[in-house]
């Protein structure tokens, strides 16, 4: 079985934190993929690498 704690009961537990200015926040968001756009006058269909001919 889970043992449920009380986020509330724990937080008066802590001694009170000394006042500080307020920092303006930034959320980054990182996908890990890079999207380029392709020159299309110098890509053409069929240009690539050969694929390898199995046996």
């Known amino acids: 079985m889970a043992e449920i704690i009380s986020l509330l009961d ?3 537990q802590l001694p009170p934190r000394a006042q500080k200015e307020p920092v303006e ?3 980054l968001l990182f996908t890990g993929v890079r999207y380029e ?7 053409r269909p069929g240009t690539g690498p050969k694929r390898a001919k199995r046996k």
């Open 10 to 12: 724990r937080r008066s």
């Open 25 to 27: 926040a930034k959320i």
């Open 37 to 43: 756009r392709l020159d299309v006058s110098s890509h």
